[in-house]
């Protein structure tokens, strides 16, 4: 039952959508994986901004 499976399919990015990359599981790429940590470091430390980590304009860099 808990056999250890390496090859999952792969699952949608959290921060955009796109299918994820086992380099940057469970994120696209780096640059997701980084969105994700700035939005949970933001929401860690509350600094209060107006900007969106999430601005789906970077993203168009991922090949
Ligand atoms: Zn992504």
Known sequence: ????????????????????SQAHHPFCS???????????????YRIPTNETPEDASKEDEED
């Open 30 to 44: 780096g640059r997701c994986q980084d969105i994700d940590l700035n939005r949970w470091l933001s929401d860690a």
């Open 1 to 20: 039952m808990a056999e250890i499976v390496r090859l999952k399919p792969t699952r949608p990015c959290p921060i955009c959508g796109k299918p994820s």
